[in-house]
């Protein structure tokens, strides 16, 4: 098959691990590097050892206008990203695009109504949707029976931005696995939050709980803070069965079935053991970055991670934030 000539917008943290992971790729041509700034080009040429058939450039339109280009993975910040992906649609090219895809569902939306107008893919990166404890774990969850509730934790001390609170900057990625793991989305949900930090402009939310409600009756509860000495990566579904645990600060074994259920009459637990499940050694960012390049060889869209469950999972955030603003009533998702 053929070779996708791209460039890259952005060489921050996540775009030098973008960089590295389609310089390796062998149906990727990097063409450019864009960041807006000049030292930042300099490094990353110097770490990756860039020749000059790879152009630095620090405006993302120059990088849109090379000959032969048939894609962009943009890793820039959030509020750039309507312009960006609109800009590059029209130029009849695929868009690999850094979560979230915008800051509204009705400007997602749009995105997704004009790469379909233009016969071109828009791939969402939601990374963990391609992490292989994420995909045993799907895989494995039905051998707990009917899920009845979930629970996630992920918490640290800092990073802490400036720009979004924690609701936005964490959620994305449990709620986007709960989705991935129970084949559907929340009908309501519900958030609440505190601030202590002092930040100039707007008060932002430092710790979330955030509550998803989903048409089974199945209601998943997540708990966000960048300002707890404790950090937590973790995600567990209960079933009827037992329950299935993922967590990333266990690296030895992040991925298992507590079994146990409740004996119908007296209710005293029965049939308890602990299933300890292998997680294949692989790079999430590079099993997503071949989804991409299939994505965009077969032009058909991701059924992982495409531009609609970017807009679903935006719509989400955007529901928990009126919430979050409204001190935690439920807001439906129609």
């Known amino acids: 098959m053929g070779q996708i000539q791209l ?27 864009v960041d807006p700034f000049a030292e930042q080009l300099t490094a990353t040429a110097k770490t990756f050892g860039l ?14 206008a090379i000959e032969g280009l048939g894609a962009v993975a943009i890793a820039t910040p959030a509020t750039t990203h309507q312009a960006i992906v609109t800009a590059a649609l029209q130029r009849q090219l695929h868009v690999l695009c850094e979560k979230p895809l915008t800051l509204t569902a009705d ?16 791939f969402i990166d939601h990374t963990y949707l391609f992490h292989p404890a994420v995909t045993q774990a799907k895989a494995n969850l039905g051998r707990l029976g009917t899920p009845r509730y979930g629970y996630a934790a992920r918490t640290n001390l800092g990073p802490v931005r400036h720009d979004v609170d ?13 989705n991935h793991w129970l084949d559907a989305v929340p009908v309501r949900v519900q958030a609440q939050g505190l601030n202590w ?5 707007q008060p932002l939310a430092d710790v979330v709980w955030c509550r998803l409600h989903y048409p089974s009756g199945f209601e998943a509860t997540i ?25 990333e600060m266990q ?3 992040p991925l298992f079935l507590q079994m146990g259920q409740l004996e119908p009459k007296t209710f005293q637990p029965q049939a308890l053991s602990k299933v300890t499940l292998e997680v294949p050694d ?7 970055c071949d989804h991409f390049v299939h994505s965009v060889l077969t032009n058909q869209p991701s059924p992982l991670s495409s531009g609609a469950v970017g807009t679903t999972l935006v719509k989400i955030l955007e529901a928990l934030s009126q919430s979050l603003a409204q001190q935690g009533i439920w807001i439906p998702l129609g």
């Not at 020749?51 to 849109?64: C, I, K, N, P, R």
């Open 282 to 288: 692989q790079e999430p960012l590079a099993t997503m």
């Open 251 to 253: 690296s030895h074994a």
């Open 197 to 201: 930090l002092q930040r100039p402009g």
């Open 51 to 64: 020749d000059d058939s790879v152009l630095l450039l620090e405006h993302w339109q120059d990088a849109l």
């Open 107 to 122: 400007t997602s939306a749009a995105l997704c109504r004009l790469a379909q107008q233009q016969n071109r893919q828009l």
């Open 223 to 247: 708990h966000l803070c960048w300002a707890n000495p404790h950090k937590q990566r973790q995600l567990s579904v209960v079933c009827d069965r037992g329950s299935l645990v993922f967590d």
């Open 166 to 178: 924690a609701l936005w900057d964490l959620a994305i990625h449990d709620i986007a696995i709960f």
């Open 7 to 33: 460039a890259l917008m952005g060489v921050g943290r996540w775009g030098t691990h973008l960089l590295r992971n389609f310089l390796a790729h062998p149906q990727i041509q990097v063409r450019a590097v």
